[in-house]
């Protein structure tokens, strides 16, 4: 069985070029897909929902152009 991989607030900073408070402030919004508690304060969201996520704004921006 393949683990699924899970992205920390720090990797998911990197990959959209911000800093952390703003991962924190977007998951607060809801403007990140749902994220996984792994206890009372940390979180981590799953690498192939935020590639999902990723696509669909690529998608809607392609169609703005």
Avoid: G
């Avoid at 996984?36 to 704004?57: P, T």
């Amino acid at each position: 069985m393949k683990t699924e991989q899970l992205l920390s607030v720090s990797q998911l900073a990197e990959m959209f070029n911000v800093c952390e408070t703003t991962i924190h402030r977007w998951h607060r919004a809801s403007l990140l897909p749902e994220a996984m508690r792994i206890n009372r304060r940390v979180y981590r969201w799953r690498a192939s929902d935020i590639e999902q996520f990723m696509n669909k704004q690529n998608h809607i921006s392609e169609k703005i152009k």
